[in-house]
């Protein structure tokens, strides 16, 4: 009996959102969510309580947040889960802060696993369930208090009661400083590792998960460590692994050091891009083996060159790998 307890279910590959194109979808058939500033998480957790973390592409997370271990073993009540969801960390107004979460490390602030879907109870999937039905699920389960696991609120016809619309909603959104929402349709199924049009994000700003290729040394201030970043993603089509352009800002000095002591290893004598690196983002390149993720924010991506323009660092990405990382489409305007 005891080791039926200890028997962690399987992980389950995370149902992903599809862009809106810039139309936020309204209406009573369709749920929303904000959109969290973290890393995405499978967390399943046995009857006793035993914990596994798997990030988005299968990568295990369990000993890099040891404090979410065991987090949901009063709730469940002795039974196995599956639960869907976000690891943050939260800023002093209890916002998910993505620079906090890449760095606590440093300030020993402890995550939150924001669990937005339940995929499994006990012997029971919920795969088949539709999304009102296990949101109601995972509302019962009564969360502990303590921050370590939130159940965040999602809206739908309450919106009009709370004097709101889903376009109000965004706003509330923007002045909590979050990325935008989800929208999600109330009858969808949970389909594991696809793509679904049944769920749609509508971002406030756009990021991009890009491969780092290489780096130049910066002048001033960052003489004799980072100064940008060369940035890559994969075509769609090839696979050839495209320069999109580099970032310069957005770093703080501890990632600059970070950075530095992670890419020193990698270094490489040509370039890993398929394509050429214009002469003046080239010279003096260190080129690196395009073995790691990060993050940037943009402006705009430009169709013919296939540049991002106004970049900016987010940070690492830990949990994505390489070989999944593509080059974005042109977008509509955001709003």
């Not at 998910?96 to 300030?107: S, Y």
């Not at 949970?190 to 040394?217: A, D, N």
């Amino acid at each position: 009996m005891a080791q039926e307890e200890s028997r962690v279910p399987p992980a389950v590959e995370p149902m992903l959102a599809t862009p809106d194109g810039g139309r936020l979808v309204e209406g009573p058939a369709y749920a929303y969510e904000f959109k969290w500033d973290g890393y995405r998480a499978i967390m399943c957790v046995a009857g006793d309580g035993t914990t596994v973390l798997t990030s988005r592409n299968g990568i295990d997370f369990t000993q890099r947040y040891p404090e979410l271990a065991g987090v949901m073993t009063d709730p469940l009540d002795g039974r196995a889960a599956v639960l869907d969801g976000e690891i943050v960390a939260l800023d002093e107004h209890g916002r998910p802060d993505f620079e906090l979460l890449q760095h606590r490390r440093l300030t020993s602030r402890p995550v939150s696993f924001l669990a937005f879907d339940i995929l499994r109870l006990g012997e029971t999937s919920l795969l088949d369930r539709p999304y009102d039905d296990r949101r109601g699920v995972l509302a019962h389960l009564e969360p502990t208090s303590d921050l370590a696991v939130i159940t965040p609120a999602y809206r739908h016809t309450d919106l009009a009661e709370l004097g709101l619309s889903p376009s109000a909603l965004l706003g509330v959104a923007a002045d909590m400083g979050l990325e935008g929402l989800v929208v999600k349709a109330r009858t969808s199924r949970y389909y594991p590792g696809r793509r679904s049009p049944e769920w749609l994000k509508h971002p406030l700003i756009r990021t991009q998960e890009v491969i780092i290729g290489g780096w130049r040394f910066g002048q001033g201030r960052r003489d004799g460590t980072i100064g940008a970043l060369l940035l890559g993603a994969h075509d769609r089509t090839s696979g050839d692994l495209l320069y999109l352009g580099d970032v310069g800002t957005g770093f703080t000095d501890q990632a600059l050091h970070d950075l530095h002591e992670l890419l020193a290893p990698l270094e490489q004598p040509r370039s890993p891009f398929a394509n050429d690196v214009p002469r003046d983002r080239a010279r003096g390149a260190h080129w690196v083996r395009p073995r790691m993720v990060g993050e940037v924010v943009y402006r705009q991506f430009t169709p013919r060159e296939r540049r991002l323009r106004h970049t900016a660092w987010r940070g690492l990405r830990p949990d994505r790998r390489p070989e999944d990382i593509f080059a974005p489409v042109p977008h509509q305007p955001i709003g």
